[in-house]
């Protein structure tokens, strides 16, 4: 299976000649640098050590993942930061998984870190995000951010990503599971990055735990609906509550009492939609599964023996 090693980069020329090179020792020799605009010598340190380098049109990893999705047509990507703190050889565990039968594979860096590999806040802000997304999306995955991972091209050609900061990691997260590919994590070792982080905690932190919510919709309409019809209810069932205590006091809140039965009625009736659109989803889902393994099929039948047909970046 051809493989591209893609790495997303802005001002890295300290680390990502190490980078490429790590993987040009290791036998790949298709690798692509997609820039976002260095001030320093990224790109051509980059292009001396033997990689394609790019130059994305707007700023933002997602940006660049989603430029290059475009251009690239190997059977598997591997998409690696350009900071260092990821060991080229592991890239082997993640094309394994693809080949025993997975579409989305991460690597999961919390089991193995080196000693300040992670600040304190940057740790403990992990492990709070992924504990969010296993509860929202009820699945296993432990490290939905991190920035080593391998998808198979039928996943990054059928994504669509709309993030651009370091919401990225979970939004291919979240679109490949909602497509209904088969998304594993393999244990990595994870590096002290050399230089400053881009990393705004608390700012990135909350930008992502928002995406959480927001992304949900695309992986199950109805859980969405059923986080904001719960919210609903139960604000109505407060204020319910507020208003008989009152009433047994002798105090009338018409009022309230009107804005408490609309509350419970709005979330009774979302909760509903939520549902209906969860079995719709989940239709559609099989649908999908379906086709691709028609499509896969087919594809099979036209390349046959000799391979694909299509030159590959």
């Known amino acids: ?37 260095s001030i320093d010598k990224t790109r051509e340190i980059a292009k001396e050590k033997g990689a394609k380098v790019l130059l994305q049109s707007g700023k933002g990893k997602g940006q660049a993942l989603k430029e290059a999705f475009e251009i690239i047509n190997s059977d598997i990507v591997v998409i690696i930061d350009g900071d260092g703190t990821y060991a ?41 995000l992924n504990f969010i997304f296993r509860i929202t999306y009820g699945v296993e995955l432990y490290d939905v951010l991190s920035g080593y991972r391998a998808l198979k091209k039928s996943v990054y050609k059928n994504i669509e990503l709309k993030k651009t900061g370091f919401e990225i990691e979970t939004e291919l997260t979240v679109e490949s599971l909602s497509k209904g590919f088969k998304v594993i994590e393999v244990p990595i070792t994870y590096k002290k990055r050399v230089g400053k ?21 695309r992986y199950s309409p109805g859980r969405y609906f059923y986080f904001l019809g ?26 309230m009492a009107v804005l408490t039965t609309l509350l419970i009625i709005l979330g009774l009736q979302v909760l509903v939609l939520g549902v209906m659109c969860d079995l719709i989803f989940r239709s559609n889902l ?14 099979k039948i036209q390349n046959g023996p000799k391979g694909e047909k299509f030159e590959k970046l």
Not at 111 to 118: P, Q, S, V
Not at 232 to 250: C, M, N, Q
Request: charged residues 25%; positive net charge; proline residues 2%.
């Open 1 to 37: 299976m051809d493989v591209c090693i893609l790495i997303p980069t802005l001002n890295e020329e300290s680390t990502i000649g190490l980078v490429v090179e790590g993987f040009r020792k290791i036998g790949f020799n298709n690798i692509v640098v997609v820039d976002g605009g």
């Open 88 to 128: 080229p050889e592991d890239c082997h565990k993640l094309i394994d998984a693809i080949k025993k039968g997975a579409d989305h594979v991460i690597g999961n860096r919390l089991l193995n870190f080196e000693k300040g590999a992670f600040t304190r806040l940057n740790l403990i802000g992990n492990k709070i």
């Open 197 to 217: 982080t881009k990393l705004r905690p608390i700012r990135d932190g909350m930008k992502i735990m928002l995406s959480i919510y927001e992304l949900l919709k």
């Open 230 to 255: 719960s919210l609903l209810t139960f604000i109505g069932l407060l204020s319910g509550i507020y208003v008989v205590l009152e009433w047994l006091r002798g105090v009338s809140h018409f009022l």
């Open 286 to 299: 099989q649908i999908r599964r379906d086709l691709r393994n028609i499509e896969e099929e087919i594809r």
